[in-house]
């Protein structure tokens, strides 16, 4: 019998804190030692990582599936495409509106058992006072311990499915939340919904119907404005708070300046924000909540993902396929479908555009790909390779010069198709388990498993 069960040799291994050349030995899900270069490893699988660099899995904090019945097969469909780009985690956010959300969450969770190829955990949208009082219940039974939250209740009209809560449920749920202790936090959809329903009226009225339009009527500080409402709010209750999908120059500023004055505050961003803008020949198929905005904000975003101001790269992951994408077309950006599948797209764009063209270093990478979201989110040994620390990994190919094609990652679309790529994910390690290797699956549905956070001091 072997001593070990997976043995990744030849690459240089990549942390937030550096790199270094040497072996990685994995048994029972786990890593189980590190080794100096050259040193022979007794595994039953040996993957050979010589040219490569091999990174912790990426956590994917912002990912949407349906609720209730149709959460399973969506699912499997969705991180089979994952695992593709390194997802080894991803944050999936639930929706209950009219219904207590014990109840989904249990069946979600025993959902991920079968149909999972890679790891989940749930996100809970709060979208009533109701919400708010099953918090604790939501952490200390069912292990979710991050809420998202919808601003400007006033602005429904704009997305009648989507319930933004107002002020005071929003300030209360920053109270419960604070009361839980860490790793629970506060999430928000910071974009002014009431402003951009009069802004986007006026457009409309006067015939505009170009992507640049959608970008106009939510234009920058209508996310400014929402992240200084809820990080004040957040300052006075003492709350944690990560605010999703920052589109703007502004949000990482913002998020410097309440950091200044002791807040307890992160922020992401997305893939589309960093390479597409309002004048893009790809607008219209970017159309998103918030909108992109324009070239500068995709550099300063860049700029923040380097220095800390942008904390964790989220994809705001939305799982339609092209007949869907394309059925409302693209002529009119009211009438443009919303959303992309863009989880899988992650570490090739960070890889092609960031450390490639020097934007960003290796463990810079690794930091707003795992290691921050694993810390803000209390993922327990993920993020970081250490023995002890959970087995998931992707092995990554810097060299590796590719025309970027969807069905690499298992879609049948993409923002950045046709593109060069250099840096791509090669294999992807799932529980010490090889899932992926050269874009082909060999995991299967259920491999995944659902990942409870646990409360500080909790029992």
Known sequence: MAAYEL???????????????????????????????????????????TGCHVLPGVIDPHVHMPSGDAFAAICERETASLIRGGVTTAMVFVASPHEPYGPLLARQAAAVGSAAYCNIAFSPIIESMEHVRE????????????????????????????VAVDDGVLYEALGQIAALGDPAVAMVHAENWEIAAVLQE???????????????????????????????????????????????????????????RGVRIDGETCPHYLEVHAEHEKAALAKYNPAVKWRADNEALWRALADGGVSCMGSDHIPI??????????DDIWEARGGVPGSATILPLLLARGVSEGRLTLPQVVQVTSANA???????????IAPGADADLVVVDLAREVDFRAERLGVDYSLFEGERFRGWPVATVLSGRVVME??????????????????EGAA
């Open 202 to 260: 006026r457009l409309r009225a006067e015939g505009r119907r170009d992507p640049a339009a959608w970008s106009e009527s939510r234009p920058n500080p209508l996310e400014e404005e929402c992240i200084r409402r809820a990080a004040y709010y957040a300052e006075l209750q003492g709350c944690p708070l990560y605010v999703v999908h920052m589109s703007t120059a502004e949000g990482p500023r913002v998020i410097r300046e309440m950091r200044a």
């Open 438 to 455: 050269e874009g082909e699956v060999s995991g299967s549905p259920g491999d995944g498993r659902y990942v409870r956070r646990e409360l």
């Open 374 to 384: 694993a810390r803000l989110f209390g993922l327990e040994g993920k993020g970081r």
């Open 135 to 162: 918090l604790p219940e939501l952490a200390r039974e069912h292990g979710a311990t991050s809420y998202k939250m919808y601003f400007a209740a006033g602005g429904r009209e704009l997305y009648p499915e989507t």
């Open 7 to 49: 043995a990744i040799v030849g690459g240089v291994v990549v942390t937030a804190r550096g790199e270094w050349r040497g072996e990685i030995a994995v048994s029972g899900g786990r890593i189980a030692a590190l080794a100096e270069p050259g040193t022979t490893l007794d595994a039953d699988r040996t993957l050979d990582a």
């Open 321 to 330: 396929r092209w007949e869907q994408k394309s059925a409302g077309g693209f």
